[in-house]
Nanobody, 124 residues
Framework: QVQLAESGGGLVQAGGSLRLSCVLS????????MGWFRQDPGKEREFVAA????????LYADSVKGRFTISRENAKNTAFLQMNSLKVEDTAVYYC?????????????????WGQGTQVTVSS
């Protein structure tokens, strides 16, 4: 059974940085594309970034383009989300997700596995 575990969330001031990690276990990491999503209470879960199995295809939401960087280290079964120049509106629970496909997608309904989420709070 594939499991995902996020870490790296926390409280940071606006303009600061955080690096989220997501470790996949119970499966072959290179078989999965990886995505990051976020959700505020009372709102829909929204796409943040996605990367295919070898990092050759990457997508970002317009709201994070130029500030966030998604990457992966296949030898360590880990995906990362480097978040720079954080804004108050980036505050949310961040989830990583895995899709058993070579295609990079942005829809929540397309992903097969989800982590529990990690809270990111950006203060003004």
């Amino acid at each position: 059974q594939v499991q995902l575990a996020e870490s790296g969330g926390g409280l940071v001031q606006a303009g600061g940085s955080l690096r989220l990690s997501c470790v996949l276990s119970g499966g072959t990491f290179v078989s999965y594309g990886m995505g990051w999503f976020r959700q505020d209470p009372g709102k829909e879960r929204e796409f943040v970034a996605a990367i295919n199995w070898n990092g050759g295809t990457i997508l970002y939401a317009d709201s994070v383009k130029g500030r966030f960087t998604i990457s992966r280290e296949n030898a360590k079964n880990t995906a990362f989300l480097q978040m720079n120049s954080l804004k108050v509106e980036d505050t949310a629970v961040y989830y990583c997700a895995a899709i058993s496909s070579t295609v990079v997608v942005t829809g929540t309904e397309d992903y097969d596995y989800w982590g529990q989420g990690t809270q990111v709070t950006v203060s003004s």
